[in-house]
């Protein structure tokens, strides 16, 4: 009896191994943002989910309309966690030997020294092994205005994407990033190419692409290269949770992240998935 006990731990503890996921992002106590949107889809996909929250806020940046919140603030209050903070927390987990992971998640950062700390700690986990799973959501705007400092746009670009295996920008971060408007179809096929020359094998555009929207859908471009060189992409759409598009695509994003280790980039593939969790 004991011998099956002993072989059921040792099942779970590989099976942990096997879908574990360092999630850095924001966190809201009230509402759904970063973290708090993405960690349990994720657990509820069979992932281990150790979550770092870049910022701790009371709610959403409510105030800024463009976000297509459902209701607007007007004061937020919390803490950033620092460069240093960051660096603290990683330490702790590698001295105890439990910085192994298979995925990992990045979302909103608030200043270039802590984004910059990010790709160090990535570098050290793809070192470490290099099949880890990079999924980077490049947060910095949307309908061409910045909600981080315009300075984190060289670190994304020059350091940080490249080093990514999946980016889900929307249309305003990926122009930022390629250099030019993202506004038509075509527009984001020519970015998607681009990142994909720089090594990034998955690109998911959530958001932004005028002609692609609706009034109550998320409209989505992916693509993919494989080996071959040969990038397949598509177009598709969901329905809005609530008419919060950041809720939307936050929790879209970390499906993704759960879909694309296993099915090896396929995107159609990863759409079924994770459309079967939401609905």
Do not use: W
Not at 17 to 23: G, I, M, N, P, T
Not at 58 to 82: T, W
Not at 216 to 223: G, H, I, P, V
């Amino acid at each position: 009896m004991q011998i099956q006990q002993m072989s059921l731990v040792e099942e779970a503890l590989s099976r942990e191994r096997d879908k574990r996921v360092l999630s850095i992002q924001s966190h809201v106590v009230h509402g759904y943002a970063g973290n708090k949107a993405s960690v349990f889809p994720l657990q509820l996909n069979g992932f281990e989910v150790d979550p770092i929250n870049s910022v701790q806020f009371s709610n959403h940046a409510g105030n800024v309309e463009f976000l297509s919140l459902p209701k607007s603030y007007k004061y937020v209050k919390g803490q950033r966690l620092s460069d240093v903070d960051l660096s603290e927390l990683y330490e702790g987990l590698k001295l105890n030997e439990i910085n192994e992971y298979t995925h990992i998640l990045t979302g909103y950062c608030g200043n270039a020294a802590f984004l910059t700390k990010i790709a160090d700690i990535v570098k050290e986990l793809k070192n470490k092994d290099p099949d880890v799973l990079f999924v980077c959501d490049p947060v910095m705007g949307d309908n061409g205005m910045y909600y981080v400092p315009k300075e984190l746009l060289p670190v994304y670009r020059d350091v940080v994407v490249p080093l990514a295996n999946v980016l889900t920008p929307n249309a305003f971060e990926l122009g930022e990033i390629v250099g030019f408007d993202i506004v038509n179809e075509e527009d984001c096929i020519r970015g998607m190419d681009i990142i994909h020359n720089i090594g990034v094998e998955t690109v998911v555009v959530t958001s932004g692409v005028e002609e692609s929207q609706g009034p109550d859908t998320l409209s989505c471009y992916a693509s993919t290269r494989g080996f071959d060189s040969k990038s397949a992409s598509l177009l598709f759409s969901f329905n809005l949770l609530g008419r919060d598009l950041v809720t939307s695509a936050k929790i879209r994003i970390a499906l993704y992240s759960c879909i694309a280790c296993p099915f090896h980039g396929f995107i159609e593939v990863a759409r079924l998935k994770q459309g079967s969790t939401i609905g």
